[in-house]
């Protein structure tokens, strides 16, 4: 069972930046493919970025060149940095193995608006 911790989001102007940290706990985050969703209101959650254990990043279109997904396997953290911000950027933020396996957390709010 992996249990996981959300933070780092908040309030920001369109183009501005912000980094958001998960922890998780758990034996399998070494080894497993941890990942980046995302909900806006009204709308499905939906895979922004997800990054292997070796590594290895992929990200939505909508993200790509924006958003830099990494990981710190001795801390079992897993991190999001995104620039550019858009006000489509909008939504609760959370992350999870990929495919999920444990539960969501409570997420964390990021808002881009003037």
């Known amino acids: 069972q992996v249990q996981l911790v959300e933070s780092g989001g908040g309030l920001v102007q369109p183009g501005g930046s912000l980094r958001l940290s998960c922890a998780a706990s758990?034996?399998?985050?070494?080894?497993?493919?941890m990942g980046w969703y995302r909900q806006a209101p009204g709308k499905q959650r939906d895979l922004v970025a997800r990054i292997s254990s070796g590594g290895s990043t992929n990200y939505a279109d909508s993200v790509k060149g924006r958003f830099t997904i990494s990981r710190d396997n001795a801390k079992n953290t897993v991190y999001l940095q995104m620039n550019s911000l858009k006000p489509e950027d909008t939504a609760v933020y959370y992350c999870?193995?990929?495919?999920?396996?444990?539960?969501w957390g409570q997420g964390t709010q990021v808002t881009v608006s003037s």
């Open positions: 758990g034996s399998i985050f070494s080894i497993a493919t």
């Open positions: 999870n193995t990929f495919p999920r396996l444990g539960d």
